[in-house]
């Protein structure tokens, strides 16, 4: 599955200016705040807390414009609490968003 990251990359490049530092640390913040809400949801045991990460990851998606994260975020919200394609997906998407940081 192959996941562009070209709108989450605009937002960042929008807010962070030729500011290349800025750019890393508002990428870095936007994928920690993503796994803490990934790691909610692989804890979720019911329906309530399960939607609840879902709903954070998706606002997160939406307002960097992170379009895949989004799509899985929503499936999530789809999904039943802990479904392993979902949170696979998840993980698959933040893995991708990752690689720029470990350059």
Same mark, same amino acid.
């Given at each position: 599955m192959a996941y562009d990251n070209g709108a989450l990359d605009a937002t960042l490049a929008a807010a962070a200016g030729d500011d290349a530092a800025l750019m890393r640390? +508002?990428?870095s913040a936007f994928l920690?705040?993503?796994?803490?809400?990934?790691? +909610? +949801?692989?804890?979720?045991?019911?329906d309530g807390n399960w939607n609840v990460a879902a709903m954070r990851l998706k606002g997160l998606a939406a307002s960097f414009h992170a379009d895949d994260l989004l799509a899985a975020a929503e499936r999530a919200l789809?999904?039943?609490?802990?479904?392993p394609m979902v949170v696979r997906e998840i993980e698959a998407v933040l893995h991708n968003f990752a690689r720029p940081l470990r350059r």
């Open positions: 640390e +508002l990428r920690e705040s993503a796994l803490r809400q990934l790691d +909610l +949801l692989k804890r979720a045991r019911c789809n999904a039943a609490p802990g479904e």
